[in-house]
């Protein structure tokens, strides 16, 4: 694993360097910012970056990076912009309303493959962890197992995401097929009312939503998601469109390294997670001391890691071909 993270952050040095350079070549045809960034020494073409997130622990680094100033001595102003959903975001993106987007892989991979979005994956977010993506049901139901769940309704925040491969493996594991139960899309904090109110049988949550609710309503998690074939499944990056990498070189160098160092501190710093948890989602702070974090992955984008997930769209019917991730790795 250590190898691994030294090739992946030797990569993600060349690629800042790269960016560097590129910018060097095409910075004084473009008239670009005069501001510089606080540890490069070329100009930023923007200094603004709006930023649309998922909110969730995955988002960690992000919000350290923000929370204790990163970004601001890169010259960054860093807005960060909540958002339900990884699809409605990449619709917004290719609007122009985001400069860079963090979300799921599967919804990149899908808009590359059915619309030719031409996004790229710039940095990675998270790559689940134990215990920190469950199944809730509510106390007393009479499903206390996975292999109960047939006839199932079941929340995901996205019917044909993440949620979809981490639940039907453990159906799978279990015995059991997709086709058996029945899946509802529900935004993350919906779910808990959703539960209580008998819409759904079972609903799948990633941290914090899943301490949240299981300090709210006692509500028992019949499965860690984390095992067998999806076992420390990447989850979520930030993506950026082709033509806004290809315009921001020095600003996209200048928040990868700033995020990098949110990353780290992430990775290495259990307070900081609680932290940024209890100030930018707002959960209470006994949440985020019980919450199961994943780990914050740095050194750059693994393409041999982010192509589990494009086999395991294929594997799960997401996907009508095989795809190849090198093509929206940037």
């Known amino acids: 694993m250590v190898g691994t993270r030294q090739v992946g952050r030797a990569r993600a040095w060349r690629r800042i360097a790269t960016a560097a350079m590129t910018a060097a070549m095409i910075v004084p045809a473009t008239g670009c910012a005069s501001v510089s960034s606080g540890a490069g020494s070329l100009p930023l073409e923007e200094t603004t970056i709006v930023v649309g997130a998922v909110p969730a622990v995955d988002t960690a680094g992000l919000y350290i990076a923000q929370q204790r100033g990163y970004f601001a001595a890169e010259g960054l102003r860093v807005k960060i912009v ?13 609007a122009g309303t985001y400069d860079i987007t963090f979300g799921g892989y599967i919804s990149y991979i899908q808009a590359d493959a059915e619309q030719g979005a031409d996004l790229r994956i710039i940095a990675e977010g998270s790559v689940m962890g134990p215990n920190e993506q469950g ?3 509510m106390p007393r139901s009479p499903i206390t197992a ?3 769940l047939k006839g199932a309704t079941i929340a995901l925040n996205a019917v044909n995401n993440v949620g979809k491969i981490l639940v039907g493996s453990a159906l799978e594991s279990a015995g059991l097929r997709l086709s058996t139960v029945k899946f509802v899309p529900i935004p993350f904090q919906d779910m ?7 819409a759904v049988d079972a609903a799948w949550m990633p941290e914090p939503f899943l301490s949240a609710t299981e300090e709210s309503l006692g509500t028992p998690d019949i499965s860690d998601l984390d095992e067998g074939p999806v ?3 990447p989850l979520v990056g930030y993506a950026a469109t082709a033509a806004w990498e290809h315009r921001n070189p020095n600003t996209e160098a200048a928040f990868l390294r700033a995020l990098e ?6 990775d290495t710093d259990r307070a900081a997670v609680e932290q940024a948890m209890v100030t930018f989602i707002g959960i209470s702070r006994v949440t985020a001391a019980v919450m199961a974090p994943p780990e914050y992955p740095v050194g750059g ?18 996907l009508k071909q095989p795809f190849n991730v090198d093509k929206i790795v940037s």
Do not use: C, N, W
Not at 82 to 94: H, K, T
Not at 192 to 198: G, I, M
Not at 261 to 266: N, R
């Open 82 to 94: 909540p958002i339900v959903s990884s699809e409605l975001a990449i619709s917004r993106q290719l």
């Open 135 to 137: 199944l809730l049901t």
């Open 146 to 148: 996975v292999s109960g």
């Open 192 to 198: 808990p009312s959703a539960l209580k109110d008998h």
């Open 231 to 233: 076992t420390g499944f």
């Open 261 to 266: 160092e949110g990353q780290e501190q992430a």
């Open 301 to 318: 984008v693994d393409p041999v890691r982010i192509q589990r997930v494009a086999d395991a769209m294929y594997a799960f019917g997401m």
